[in-house]
T-cell receptor
Framework: AQSVTQLGSHVSVSEGALVLLRCNYSSSVPPYLFWYVQYPNQGLQLLLKYTTGATLVKGINGFEAEFKKSETSFHLTKPSAHMSDAAEYFCAVTHSGGYQKVTFGTGTKLQVIP | DGGITQSPKYLFRKEGQNVTLSCEQNLNHDAMYWYRQDPGQGLRLIYYSQIVNDFQKGDIAEGYSVSREKKESFPLTVTSAQKNPTAFYLC??????????????FGSGTQLSVL
């Protein structure tokens, strides 16, 4: 079985401050990990993903995430928050074996304070 | 531009009524999915389809039905058996179900409410 835990359902940062959204996963086999972003009343769009290879993954809009196997984590960061980053962020996990579906975390709403 | 179109954007259901949510994609994707989103609960899988004329139940299929008669279309019916249908419904697609490293493409969602 696989699962995803996102710590903090709401995170507030000041404009220009570091963004850190936490994601821990559980998987019995090597995972594929994703971060998606959702703006109000819209669908989700992919920010970045980890499949294999380099553990530091860069995505769109200046976001990046690091896969840490020893900590079973895939935290999302951005050095400097912009007002346009205010949205809900979802971490997701799956893997190639069997018929495992994509499992999503419960989401973290990011508020950016001017 | 290729993408996924969901309609309507807002839908209201009366007691005892079945309603159908539309999902169309022009991405030539084999796999399609329906998710239900409730505040604070993330996305939960209702049904998925790996290929035309085939579909499988997800985690919360009770009270829902789907069909996949065309590659481009994957409509979801919320039946009267679904007692708590108020939620945001998202349709998604991917190149192929087994290519799990590929991203999901999402529609813009349908908000279903009960009158």
């Amino acid at each position: 079985a696989q699962s995803v835990t996102q710590l903090g359902s709401h995170v507030s940062v000041s404009e220009g401050a570091l963004v850190l959204l936490r994601c821990n996963y559980s998987s019995s086999v090597p995972p594929y990990l994703f971060w998606y972003v959702q703006y109000p009343n819209q669908g989700l769009q992919l920010l970045l993903k980890y499949t294999t290879g380099a553990t530091l993954v860069k995505g769109i809009n200046g976001f990046e995430a690091e896969f840490k196997k020893s900590e079973t984590s895939f935290h999302l960061t951005k050095p400097s928050a912009h007002m346009s980053d205010a949205a809900e962020y979802f971490c997701a996990v799956t893997h190639s074996g069997g018929y495992q579906k994509v499992t999503f975390g419960t989401g973290t709403k990011l508020q950016v304070i001017p | 531009d290729g993408g996924i179109t969901q309609s309507p954007k807002y839908l209201f259901r009366k007691e005892g009524q079945n309603v159908t949510l539309s999902c169309e994609q022009n991405l030539n994707h084999d796999a399609m999915y329906w998710y239900r989103q409730d505040p604070g609960q993330g996305l939960r899988l209702i049904y998925y389809s790996q290929i035309v004329n085939d579909f499988q139940k997800g985690d919360i299929a009770e009270g829902y039905s789907v069909s996949r008669e065309k590659k481009e279309s994957f409509p979801l019916t919320v039946t009267s058996a679904q007692k708590n249908p108020t939620a945001f419904y998202l349709c998604a697609s991917s190149i192929a179900y087994e290519r799990r490293f590929e991203k999901l493409f999402f529609g813009s969602g349908t908000q279903l409410s009960v009158l």
